[in-house]
């Protein structure tokens, strides 16, 4: 059974950083996308930054580049996205997902396999 567990989330005064981790396990296969999406209260879920496990580049959301870098740790089974430079804007409970398809064109419901999300709350 496939288990994604963030961690990492908290509340934070707007322009600093956080860290969220997000540990995969029992996942079947070797490489996949992985990815972080956020969701505000009355907001749609929107992606924020995936990565292939396999190697190549990340995508980012136009509102997070330059300020948010996600990056893995394969022998940890381990997805990370550092977040610097963070508006209120940011607020929303960030969740990471994975699965089998390709990350340039992956469409969120495509994404089969959730994490139960971690709250992240910038104030002014």
């Known amino acids: 059974q496939v288990q994604l567990v963030e961690s990492g989330g908290g509340s934070v005064q707007a322009g600093g950083p956080l860290r969220l981790s997000c540990v995969v396990s029992?996942?079947?296969?070797?490489?996949?996308?992985m990815g972080w999406f956020r969701q505000a209260p009355g907001k749609e879920r929107e992606g924020v930054a995936t990565?292939?496990?396999?190697?190549?580049?990340?995508y980012y959301a136009d509102s997070v580049k330059g300020r948010f870098t996600i990056s893995q740790d394969n022998a940890r089974n381990t997805l990370y996205l550092q977040m610097n430079s963070l508006q209120p804007e940011d607020t929303a409970m960030y969740y990471c997902?994975?699965?089998?398809?390709?990350?340039?064109?992956?469409?969120?419901?495509?994404?089969?396999?959730w994490g139960q999300g971690t709250q992240v709350t910038v104030s002014s």
């Open positions: 997902a994975a699965d089998l398809i390709p990350c340039k064109v992956a469409r969120i419901p495509q994404y089969k396999n």
């Open positions: 029992g996942y079947p296969y070797r490489h996949y996308c």
């Open positions: 990565i292939y496990t396999g190697g190549g580049p990340a």
